[in-house]
């Protein structure tokens, strides 16, 4: 499958820090929604939002930054290891993923990608040590096995993917710092030019081709 995206603001949008700051501000999902409410015996909803940088909020937050993140790395890895799309038919709209905790929904919506990788780091994992991506700022209680190979860019938007957990889509976004470190690095290689997808990534001075697709 390959992906195709949209830059989340125009370049017009960025230059007007005013709209920015309310929007910040006003970053709440549009459906109408109490947090903890029972819409029958037993069952409780919650709503989240999870950022372009990974960090979960509550989706109410008015303040979405570090600060107010939900950081306890077991409560992340038990949010995100239960994370699926959202097949309730209640607000898939704009909460597209759910997470089951017992009678707890905990609906979430995303910038991107709701798995976001933050960081690549060399682990032993079932006796193996290899690569492996850690997301959602769980450390390496959520790691995916990293595949160089199976990297994708998209140039309209300079965003990063790797494959992620299936039961999410099957795709993770790579965050952008980590992305902007690899460029920095010079581990990508744009033999199509820069207008198009790269062609080559490099890891552990090897080279893999890519052919951009998830």
Known sequence: MKIIMRP??????????NIMFHRKYQNRAKAEYIQGQSPSPGIREYFFYVDHNGMLFQDDSKMKHFTAALKEKKLLYNFFK????????????????????????NFIRCTDRPIVFTHVEFL???GVEDWYL????AGDLLAQQFKPGSICMVPETGRVYHPGPEKSGGIGLIADKLAMLW??????????????????????????QLDNKL
């Open 8 to 17: 989340i603001f125009s370049n017009h949008t960025l230059y007007r820090p």
């Open 82 to 105: 239960r994370l699926k799309y959202n097949d309730t038919g209640r607000y898939s709209d704009e909460f597209k993923y759910l997470s089951l905790c017992g009678k707890e929904r």
């Open 124 to 126: 032993e994992k079932r």
């Open 134 to 137: 850690l997301h959602n700022w």
């Open 183 to 208: 460029t920095d690095q010079q581990r990508f290689s744009f033999g199509d030019g820069e207008e198009n997808p790269p062609t080559e990534f490099i890891w552990q001075d090897k080279t893999y």
